[in-house]
């Protein structure tokens, strides 16, 4: 019976023996393990840089869509790159692009052309093509929504007279009549208001013109008042308007206050005689 004892406490020695060398072997190779394990490292910082969404062709009038931030690893950001910050990308929307530019390319200020700039004039305009400013309104402008890089109609609003009335006055009547068509504006004194993102009127649009036509907007600009007509971006319903007077006589359209309002008379009628219109009341019945 004692031998059996002795024989129980031997084996529980050995075995609390053998579990405290187990545990001393495992605290040993833990840290060796930790030491072992790969460790994170961190990714480099990062910045955002403007770059070309679209590739964007010399003397292109940039737009906010043609632009966008990519993020850019900070080692590889050239000074002359233009990096995220306080500009909205619509606050490069009107300027021009110098020499053609790679889709994902980044943009640099030497690349393009801010409006106002030196140069940026002789980069917008076509071979054989002139600049020519006209004023606007809030009513002319399309209430301050006409931007560079889109195409107008411009039209005039005169008084007309038309021959003489009783007593020898001049009968005048007001006439409104399109002069020139898919004229492209190249620079207007507008910008979007980037806190309230309200749109700040023109007082000038800067157009982009033939010799001929710049002649026209001359004469139009004395002779009455000038709008502009937006034109959609899907494309030209009617014919190109080259600069000859013949083009704009044949394209051009043009409205009577006769045709607005049946209350006034027609000026002439179709056969070249004066018309005059009565109008007649309804008579009480009875």
């Known amino acids: 019976m004692r031998a059996r004892a002795l024989l129980v406490f031997l084996i529980a020695i050995l075995l609390a ?5 187990l545990v001393r072997s495992w605290l040993a ?41 990519q993020p850019w690893p900070e080692a590889g950001i050239d000074s002359m790159y ?16 110098r020499d053609s530019i790679g889709k994902s390319d980044p943009i640099t200020e030497a690349k393009i052309f801010a409006p106002g700039s030196r140069g940026f004039l002789a980069a917008v305009l076509r071979p054989g093509m002139r600049a020519i400013s006209v004023p ?34 001049t009968i005048q009547h007001k006439a409104s009549e399109t002069v020139l068509s ?12 980037n806190k309230g993102s309200e749109a700040v009127l023109a007082h000038t649009a800067t157009l982009e ?3 001929k036509q710049s002649e026209i907007i001359a004469v139009a600009t004395e002779m009455g008042k000038l709008s502009l007509s937006l034109r959609s971006l899907t494309g030209s319903e009617n014919k190109e308007i080259t600069g000859n007077s013949s083009d704009f006589l044949e394209a051009g359209t043009h409205t009577m206050d006769s045709d607005v309002s ?21 008579g009480k019945p009875g």
């Not at 394990?37 to 910082?45: I, N």
């Not at 004229?183 to 910008?191: E, M, S, Y």
């Open 82 to 97: 233009i990096q995220a910050g306080p500009r909205p990308l619509e606050a490069f929307a009107g300027w021009v692009a």
């Open 182 to 193: 898919d004229v492209r504006v190249i620079a207007i004194d507008q910008k979007l208001d």
């Open 209 to 211: 013109v033939t010799p």
């Open 136 to 169: 606007v309104t809030a009513i002319s402008g399309i209430s301050g929504f006409v931007f560079p890089g889109d195409e107008v109609d411009i039209l005039i609003t005169q008084t007309l007279p038309m021959g003489t009335g009783n007593g020898g006055s």
């Open 17 to 21: 023996g053998g579990t405290g060398l």
């Open 29 to 69: 190779q833990r840290p060796a393990q930790v030491e072992i394990a790969p460790r994170e490292v961190p990714a480099p910082p990062q910045k955002s840089i403007l770059v070309a969404r679209t590739a964007i062709a010399r003397g292109q009038i940039l737009k906010a869509e043609d632009l966008a931030w």
């Open 262 to 282: 049946r209350l006034l008379p027609k000026p002439v009628s179709e056969d070249g005689v004066d018309a005059v219109t009565i109008l007649r009341g309804k």
